[in-house]
């Protein structure tokens, strides 16, 4: 049935939806590794060097990750707007990271396999499905591993990077 | 001849390559921007929170890139000796760097790509090829995030995490 057992892949889809989820997770406890001094939460106003607090990167992780499902699934790769449904909450963000972990759950596996080779329009330049999706992925690291300076800074141990 | 014109997949070996080549691309300008105040190289003196200095998380970037094309190639995966050729010294990291590209360009198509489906026992635990070739990208993309803060903190402007 599967690809893997007619012709070897570098990965499959359960594989890189295992992958993906795995990465959405790590970012989670990073965002909740963020500390509240007294009424002030440090996600959204903790900052080094000018830079977004890890909050509003978190948000845009969220609408890279929604967009990418939602292209991967449609063929439409709408511009986010980026201030859309965004709040400056905590419990706001995390009440829709894990409204998207469940639909990413639900609906990624339907994704067309032939739309990964297929070039598409994205608002940041024309890839391939697979440099899309792999495009949002390497956002969330990369941004995550910004926040990782953040929690150094505030004096925070955060979660440990290979544990998924 | 390739796998996409007879079954399609998420990710040819020429698409990994030339996405993780890319990456090496970014991070190489990252090391590059490191500002050297005076005699000292910030590359090698710069940290924020106790974290490393980026020139050493460069030279871990290089080794786990080095183990895993080996790894993948020979399916040996030995724990790197982690001071072995390492040098606080940014043109010996340059040029290793650039060794190893050329290395990864004449060698990752020679992969045997049922590798990837394949479970390794690497210094970190065990997992499939698929596995262990992007953990080694998101390590890289993981530190190279917590470089932009280090450029970001010296007033540095990082390069562009979009352009590889």
Redesign the interface.
Known sequence: MT??E????????E??LT?WQG?RRLTRRVIEAFPIAQTEDQLFSFS????RPFGVMAWEIYQVSALTLGGLLSGEWPMPDWREGVSFERAALLKAWDDLTEQINRDFLKVD??F??QQHLLP??EM?G??A???A???E??????G????????IEPPA??ER
């Open positions: 690809q893997t007619t012709a070897p892949v570098i990965v499959t889809p594989q890189f992958y990465q080094i060097g000018g830079m396999i032939a990964y080779a940041w330049g391939s697979w440099a999706a792999i495009y992925v390497d956002n690291t990369h941004h995550r591993g910004e990782y300076v953040y929690l150094r800074a505030l004096g990077f290979y």
